[in-house]
């Protein structure tokens, strides 16, 4: 008798111990939520993570020591947080660093050559020489090199980073799409002007591919590119002198990913795939982009696990390198997940890309879901009344987790808000800690970690995801099919 009561005893803890990690109704939701909260508010490291990084490593450029230091930075943290699965997921890489570049422009038989300050553009040559005449493309995009056809080819392309004058609904390009458009009407090279003020330089990748690309691609600040154009229109015929030289060689780097497994036999085998990229550009030390992101999922990590939340759904929590040369190491999961059949079981992922201050979410134009975001941000509006629980459905490309929808994954992202003064740090050489706000990291965790338990003990995840054709017609749809044939990711054919 006494050792049947010991057996229903230790049933009924095991059944409270397991209720405790799958909520039953919305009020034992609404309770975990308030310990996330408790958690973050009082014990987050995210601030504190991401500032001795910027301290004790800097730039975490992919190929480089420091790029290999924050791999294993991320690492130890996991480790340290308690996580047993901790693993890297190596990659092959071209990487890419800068050496030298200057730009001197003259007119025309004209040697008196007035250099301007530049910065080079990412996966450009290896070794460039360029001496060419200058035509204006404004803002780049392609009714912009339409205008110009007839003389583009043989020169080389004056292309606004941003759109200038603002241009009310026209979406614009990616700086890479820009340059490959200007390779395919014959640019020799191109000048890209920053839209900052304040004689920001701007880099990032100039490669659609993230293989190296074959013209020299610079950029330079507002103010130097509002000189330059007063000066071509006195003066048409300015001749541009490109000169750089850069390194590059194929190495390894790597994605590093910690994951808990889900607590259920009916939903354990789904994940839920929360990433950002950890590898920043090598101009400061990549606080923004992408720091606040990454550290921000360390410290959601590390929130679970101090709480020892065990959700329905297995979560990965994932630091990707490469994306700023061109999406890698998110490219190299999708890569395995796709060979080893098991791409069926991420049934959601949230990417934290310059995830700032949130108040809200982006459903990447999953309409389906908007419905579950909604509600699970009014339970978070129970805990914290000030959260705005703003729901957007715009689908984007040009991060990680385009690599996701590319196989038909339904994805979201976190939106909030970033200071004027860091926007203008985006991929600069002002791109430090000193941007970052304490409190809206700790914003950005909270509520993306509650959120993300909402999502993964969800009794279903509404959008599915999409076959072959359904995701052509996705983003045919979402008016997403250029840009992608720009960045060679559109694998439907021509006529499709």
């Given at each position: 008798?006494?050792?049947?009561?010991?057996?229903?005893?230790?049933?009924?803890?095991?059944?409270?111990?397991?209720?405790?990690?799958?909520?039953?109704?919305?009020?034992?939701?609404?309770?975990?939520?308030?310990?996330?909260n408790?958690?973050?508010?009082?014990?987050?490291?995210?601030?504190?993570?991401?500032?001795?990084?910027?301290?004790?490593?800097?730039?975490?450029?992919?190929?480089?020591?420091?790029?290999?230091?924050?791999e294993?930075y991320?690492?130890?943290?996991?480790?340290?947080?308690?996580?047993?699965?901790?693993?890297?997921?190596?990659?092959?890489?071209?990487?890419?660093?800068?050496?030298?570049?200057?730009?001197a422009?003259?007119?025309?038989?004209?040697?008196?050559?007035?250099?301007?300050?530049?910065?080079?553009?990412?996966?450009?040559?290896?070794?460039?020489?360029v001496?060419?005449?200058?035509?204006?493309?404004?803002?780049?995009?392609?009714?912009d090199?339409?205008?110009?056809?007839?003389?583009?080819?043989?020169k080389?392309?004056?292309?606004?980073?941003?759109?200038l004058?603002?241009?009310?609904?026209?979406?614009?390009?990616?700086?890479?799409?820009?340059?490959?458009?200007?390779?395919?009407?014959?640019?020799?090279?191109?000048?890209?002007?920053?839209?900052?003020?304040?004689?920001v330089?701007?880099?990032g990748?100039?490669s659609?591919?993230?293989?190296l690309?074959?013209?020299?691609?610079?950029?330079?600040?507002?103010?130097?590119?509002?000189?330059?154009?007063?000066?071509?229109?006195?003066?048409?015929?300015?001749?541009?002198?490109?000169?750089?030289?850069?390194?590059?060689?194929?190495?390894?780097?790597?994605?590093?990913i910690?994951?808990?497994?889900?607590?259920?036999?009916?939903?354990?085998?789904?994940?839920?795939?929360?990433?950002?990229?950890?590898?920043?550009?090598?101009?400061?030390?990549?606080?923004?982009?992408?720091?606040?992101?990454?550290?921000?999922?360390?410290?959601?990590?590390?929130?679970?696990?101090?709480?020892?939340?065990?959700?329905?759904?297995?979560?990965?929590?994932?630091?990707?390198?490469?994306?700023?040369?061109?999406?890698l190491?998110?490219?190299?999961?999708?890569?395995?997940?796709?060979?080893?059949?098991?791409v069926?079981?991420?049934?959601?992922?949230?990417?934290?890309?310059?995830?700032?201050?949130?108040?809200?979410?982006?459903?990447?134009?999953?309409?389906?879901?908007?419905?579950?975001?909604?509600?699970?941000?009014?339970?978070?509006?129970?805990?914290?009344?000030?959260?705005k629980?703003?729901?957007?459905?715009?689908?984007?490309?040009?991060?990680?987790?385009?690599?996701?929808?590319?196989?038909?994954?339904?994805?979201?992202?976190?939106?909030?808000?970033?200071?004027?003064?860091?926007?203008?740090?985006?991929?600069?050489?002002?791109?430090?800690?000193?941007?970052?706000?304490?409190?809206?990291?700790?914003?950005?965790v909270?509520?993306?970690?509650?959120?993300?338990?909402?999502?993964?003990?969800?009794?279903?995840?509404?959008?599915?995801?999409?076959?072959?054709?359904?995701?052509?017609?996705?983003?045919?749809?979402?008016?997403?099919?250029?840009?992608?044939?720009?960045?060679?990711?559109?694998?439907?054919?021509?006529?499709?």
């Amino acid at each position: 008798m006494k050792r049947r009561f010991t057996c229903f005893l230790a049933l009924i803890v095991i059944t409270i111990s397991t209720a405790s990690h799958f909520p039953a109704n919305d009020d034992e939701l609404v309770e975990i939520f308030k310990e996330i909260n408790k958690e973050v508010l009082t014990n987050s490291r995210a601030y504190l993570t991401l500032g001795d990084a910027c301290k004790t490593i800097g730039h975490r450029l992919t190929g480089s020591s420091n790029g290999k230091r924050a791999e294993e930075y991320a690492y130890n943290l996991f480790k340290s947080y308690g996580f047993r699965d901790v693993k890297y997921q190596s990659f092959q890489v071209e990487s890419w660093s800068r050496d030298t570049v200057t730009l001197a422009i003259a007119p025309r038989k004209s040697d008196n050559f007035k250099d301007v300050e530049v910065v080079s553009l990412a996966m450009t040559p290896v070794e460039a020489k360029v001496n060419a005449e200058i035509v204006d493309v404004g803002n780049g995009l392609e009714p912009d090199f339409q205008v110009v056809k007839d003389k583009i080819a043989g020169k080389i392309a004056l292309v606004n980073i941003g759109l200038l004058p603002p241009l009310k609904g026209t979406r614009n390009l990616h700086r890479s799409e820009k340059t490959a458009l200007a390779m395919q009407y014959g640019a020799l090279g191109v000048i890209f002007v920053n839209t900052v003020k304040g004689n920001v330089l701007l880099t990032g990748t100039a490669s659609v591919t993230g293989s190296l690309i074959d013209i020299p691609a610079v950029c330079i600040s507002l103010e130097s590119g509002m000189e330059l154009r007063a000066w071509l229109s006195e003066e048409p015929n300015l001749v541009a002198l490109i000169d750089m030289r850069n390194f590059s060689k194929v190495i390894k780097a790597r994605n590093v990913i910690a994951t808990i497994k889900g607590d259920s036999k009916k939903y354990s085998k789904e994940k839920i795939v929360i990433g950002g990229h950890l590898d920043s550009w090598d101009l400061a030390e990549g606080a923004l982009d992408n720091g606040v992101g990454s550290f921000s999922i360390l410290d959601i990590a590390r929130t679970f696990k101090a709480l020892g939340l065990k959700p329905k759904r297995t979560i990965e929590f994932v630091m990707f390198m490469g994306e700023e040369e061109g999406l890698l190491g998110s490219k190299a999961m999708l890569d395995k997940l796709v060979r080893n059949g098991s791409v069926n079981q991420v049934k959601f992922m949230f990417n934290l890309d310059m995830a700032n201050n949130v108040n809200g979410f982006n459903t990447s134009g999953r309409e389906e879901m908007v419905p579950l975001f909604t509600s699970i941000g009014e339970k978070i509006k129970l805990v914290d009344p000030s959260f705005k629980n703003t729901v957007i459905n715009k689908a984007g490309l040009h991060s990680d987790h385009q690599s996701f929808m590319l196989e038909g994954v339904p994805t979201a992202s976190p939106i909030g808000s970033i200071a004027p003064d860091a926007v203008g740090c985006y991929h600069a050489n002002c791109d430090k800690f000193n941007l970052i706000n304490k409190d809206e990291m700790m914003n950005t965790v909270r509520y993306t970690a509650m959120m993300l338990y909402g999502i993964a003990n969800a009794s279903e995840i509404p959008a599915k995801k999409l076959d072959f054709y359904s995701t052509r017609d996705f983003f045919i749809k979402e008016n997403l099919k250029k840009e992608l044939e720009l960045g060679r990711e559109w694998k439907w054919g021509a006529d499709e």
